[in-house]
């Protein structure tokens, strides 16, 4: 998609980037920007202050990092916004709830390019908004897939481990795994163990 840039110009252009946890939603959104960044566009990351797990930088899980403004809300981000910025980034956008859609929008309506990562679905399997509201009028969806630490399959949900929590648990591979439909259970008391499982498809 990054091909179009050129063409759209200052029409402005929307792309999510979306999947489970672990599935490469942070490293595709920190390639992605670094390209930007190679072309000589200004950019700018903002992500929820509420995912506080790495400081102030956005983290992948295998330690890509990009410098980050941490946001309460998601109209924060038009107040932060410097005039001069050409591509925006938002990671974790699930946690930014339905206000980013107009956020978005009002920001691509300036002609800038938005790249909006996060889950698309919470640990119940159920859709997340706002990534569907914004996979809607996004130019460009790309879903990205995690591998089930079960069985191997590619994954595209989130297991999550811990009991008796809402539906934000802000947390990393001690409390939640990459899993294939198969695999995986809304109901954390019910997730397979995976030693048991991965020791039954090993040795072959
Ligand atoms: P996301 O932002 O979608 O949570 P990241 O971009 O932070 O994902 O991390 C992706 C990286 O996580 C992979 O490149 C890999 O190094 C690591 N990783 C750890 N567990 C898994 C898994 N089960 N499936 C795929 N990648 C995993
Ligand atoms: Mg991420
Ligand atoms: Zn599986």
Known sequence: MEGHQALVGDVGWIEVICGSMFSGKTEELIRRLT??????QRVQVFKP???????????????????????????EILGRLDESTKVVGVD???????????????IVSGGRRVVVA???????????EPIPQLMAIADS???TMAVCVVCGHPANKTQRLVEGEGR????????????CRRCWSPDPAKAIPVEFEAAGTTGV
């Open 35 to 40: 390209r930007a960044t190679i072309a000589r």
């Open 49 to 75: 202050a509420v995912d506080a797990r790495f400081g102030k930088d956005v983290v992948s899980h295998s330690g890509q990092r990009t410098p980050s403004v941490e946001v309460a809300s998601a109209s």
């Open 92 to 106: 974790e956008a699930q946690f930014l709830g339905l206000e980013l859609v107009d956020v978005v929008e009002e």
């Open 118 to 128: 996060g889950l698309d679905q919470d640990y119940m399997g159920r859709p997340f």
């Open 141 to 143: 969806v790309t879903k």
């Open 168 to 179: 934000v648990l802000v947390g990393a591979s001690e409390a939640y795994e990459a899993r």
